[in-house]
């Protein structure tokens, strides 16, 4: 089962269900919650979604929210090891370079983004959903 690996902004899209990528996202989960694929998402990326979905509910209504959420994805620590080579990498964002090395160094397949030029020192495949999804077609 493919290991992918998601980008705050396609979390955000689904659960702020932000137009138009709300669809392409929804569709993503929906592969998840029929165990044709596994999400990941890091530590980080759980702390951010708190606080953007904070800012425009109320922060009761936002676990509630994120509670739902977890059941479709693995959450991957950040560790000390990752903020080091986040911190020496040439990655121009540093959120970015959190979210590529904690991917990495938990054997992530691709990363899942919207900002692909963002993630122009990847070494790993890195899709917008929408790329994805026309993958998984052409292979069923």
């Known amino acids: 089962m493919k290991r992918v690996f998601l980008d705050t902004n396609i979390v955000i899209d689904l659960l702020a269900q932000r137009m138009p990528f709300y669809n392409e996202a929804a569709k993503l989960f929906s592969l ?63 959120e970015d370079a959190i979210q590529y090395y904690t991917a990495t160094a938990n054997e992530q397949e691709l990363i899942i983004t919207r900002n692909q030029p963002d993630f122009k020192e990847s070494k790993l495949p890195v899709m917008t959903a929408g790329e994805f999804l026309a993958s998984v077609k052409s292979i069923e």
């Open 32 to 94: 998840a919650d029929k165990n044709e694929i596994k999400l990941y998402i890091s530590a980080l990326c759980l702390a951010d979604t708190n606080y953007i979905l904070s800012r425009h509910l109320p922060p009761a209504e936002v676990r509630i929210i994120l509670r739902k959420f977890k059941v479709l994805v693995y959450v991957l620590p950040f560790e000390d090891k990752i903020a080091d080579l986040a911190l020496n990498s040439d990655f121009h964002d540093f």
